[in-house]
């Protein structure tokens, strides 16, 4: 089989990110063909996007990425949308990310996303393909939006760590090189977004010893740069200032450091699609603690006790939950969380995506 990948958008953004480690999974295969084309960042024009759908149709099937932010945003990632759909005639499996639920009629029938959701379903269904959610509440947030046949569900994939982050000596030498010598260090990964629950970590601080420290390794997106500032000013607020350190944006060798010194993953959501992070942590078998999201019950269904799952969404709950996972002590890795991620390892999900490009395939025909 002869598949073909699209990537476009911000270059070391994670859905971006995500097409190109899948790419790149797929070409280790020896029954898979694969042709990658870049059709640029997130300026790119429909005159270019025309071009990489020309281009894919060497291929049986093509796999992209939908996030309407990377094809532009609004309309103008409807237009472009529609351009490379146009010059590629081929069966099409879409990836649909950041599937948020659209609860209210202006949300579900009037939203730009919404209409380009409807024709992107639409055309994909004409050629036999598939829209792909990396969950089944994903699926139900699709209902009404997308024809149920359309949709298959293929979990987040779970890299392999090219440098494991086990071993007492490698995390506390990790703490020592950020300044958290001799603390215990609760952590949340990536991009400063609301949803993820920083406030609640900065109140569940004042629950927990005074050697707990949170560590925020990521940064906030670009022209929100106020929300760090905002945070510090709460922790003030709280009592807890010296024990909440901001990072900023993280390159691999720091987040590296960031990941080995964790004592206990964070993810206090308050709502999700798939997560990137959530899959970062469970790469590296730290203990999870995480909120009650019927996304995390479904990873919790996969490997009963792999997610440390807290109600109700409170600091001293989240606390509480924390100081369980500081009360076992060593070791660093979670062996339910470990093997979690076997199950969900990159070529495992491609064998998953290769059932959805031979049911297109099989379909179109």
Known sequence: MRVGYLHLG???GGVHRY???IAEAARARTDLAVLDVDAGERETDRHRLA?????????????????????????????????????????????????????????????????????LARAVGRRGGRLVVHADEEVR????????????????????????????????AAREALGLGGKRVM??????????????????????????????????????????????AYARQQGVAERVVITGYVAADRLEQALAATHVALCPFR?????GSLSTWISTGRPIVTSDLPQFREYDEMEPGALRIFQPLSGESLAAAVQAVLDEGPPLRDPRVVALGERLATPRVVEHYLEVYGAALAASS
């Open 141 to 172: 947030r699709l209902a009404g939006l997308v024809p149920g046949e359309r949709i298959a569900v293929v979990p987040h994939f779970v890299e392999e760590r090219e440098r494991p982050v086990d071993g007492v000596a490698a995390a506390d």
């Open 51 to 119: 071009a990489a759908g020309r281009a894919l149709m060497a291929v049986d099937v093509v796999h992209l990425q939908w996030k309407p932010a990377d094809w532009g945003g609004g309309l103008r990632a409807l237009a472009r949308l529609r351009a490379f759909v146009g010059a590629c005639e081929r069966p099409l499996v879409v990836t649909l990310h950041d599937v948020v639920a659209r609860d209210t009629v202006r949300r579900r029938w009037f939203g730009i996303d919404a209409w380009a959701l409807r024709w």
């Open 187 to 232: 952590s949340i990964l990536g991009f400063m977004v609301r949803r993820k629950g920083y406030r609640l970590a900065i109140e569940a601080l004042r629950y927990l010893p005074p050697d707990a420290v949170a560590l925020f390794a990521g940064g906030p997106i670009a022209g929100r740069e106020a929300r760090a500032d905002e945070l510090r």
């Open 10 to 12: 911000r270059k070391g």
């Open 271 to 275: 709502d999700m699609s798939a997560s």
């Open 19 to 21: 097409g190109r480690m």
